[in-house]
Nanobody, 120 residues
Framework: QVQLQESGPGLVKPSQTVSVTCTVS??????????WAWIRRPPGKGLEWLGV???????GYNPSLKSRTSMSRDTSKNQFSLHLSSVTPEDAARYYC????????????WGQGTQVTVSS
């Protein structure tokens, strides 16, 4: 059974970097035909795709956030992470990780999300 579990600091201050991590079970993050994504939903707004990391470690980011976004992974822990720098209150959101099937280009599994609040 595939499960994704997000974790993060909860509260960060403006201008800081927030890192959120997704711990995956039931499938290896290096398994073929999958990619791994981060998506967020700010309060009262729709979903926003943030970035994706492929099985070979290559990454792609939302152009509107590319200058502040990076992703990394720890294959020994079966985890991947999102790092968002210079955060502002507009970055406050629920952050979700998801598994993408490369064959169908669909989100097949989601985590429950982790809330990030930006406040001084």
């Amino acid at each position: 059974q595939v499960q994704l579990q997000e974790s993060g600091p909860g509260l960060v201050k403006p201008s800081q970097t927030v890192s959120v991590t997704c711990t995956v079970s039931g499938v290896s993050i290096t398994a073929s035909y999958y990619a791994w994504a981060w998506i967020r939903r700010p309060p009262g707004k729709g979903l926003e795709w943030l970035g994706v990391i492929a099985v070979d470690g290559n990454t792609g980011y939302n152009p509107s956030l590319k200058s502040r976004t990076s992703m990394s992974r720890d294959t020994s822990k079966n985890q991947f992470s999102l790092h968002l720098s210079s955060v502002t209150p507009e970055d406050a959101a629920r952050y979700y990780c998801a598994l993408i099937s490369v064959a169908t280009m669909t989100f097949e599994y989601w985590g429950q999300g982790t809330q990030v609040t930006v406040s001084s």
